[in-house]
Nanobody
Framework: QVQLVESGGGLVQAGGSLRLSCAAS????????MGWFRQAPAKEREFVAG????????DYSDSVKDRFTISRDNAKNTVYLQMNNLKPEDTAVYYC???????????????????WGQGTQVTVSS
């Protein structure tokens, strides 16, 4: 089992930037594909970005492509989400997720992931 702890959320004005971090513990981090999801009030949890285990494959939702960047540092057991040009519609609780895999896929599906963090709030004011 792997434990995930997100950090870096907060309040930012539209057009600003934040970097979220997700620290993993418990197992070999490089065995896990990682992802970021978000959930706004009264909405379903949605995919934001995913990254493969070791070869850097990434995938993004259309709504964040060209504004957000997912990355990971396997030596630090951490995955990041750099968010630039934030918009009020990016306001949500952001969740980190992990799935143990032998592939080099960057998974999009919520059901693909096995482990979830507790989430960190991101609020973008207009």
């Amino acid at each position: 089992q792997v434990q995930l702890v997100e950090s870096g959320g907060g309040l930012v004005q539209a057009g600003g930037s934040l970097r979220l971090s997700c620290a993993a513990s418990g197992r070999t981090f490089s065995n896990y594909a990682m992802g970021w999801f978000r959930q706004a009030p009264a909405k379903e949890r949605e995919f934001v970005a995913g990254i493969s285990r070791t070869d850097g494959n990434t995938d993004y939702s259309d709504s964040v492509k060209d504004r957000f960047t997912i990355s990971r540092d396997n030596a630090k057991n951490t995955v990041y989400l750099q968010m630039n040009n934030l918009k009020p519609e990016d306001t949500a609780v952001y969740y980190c997720a992990a799935v143990r895999t032998s592939s080099q896929y960057a998974y999009r599906g919520r059901s693909s992931y096995e482990y979830w963090g507790q989430g960190t709030q991101v609020t973008v004011s207009s």
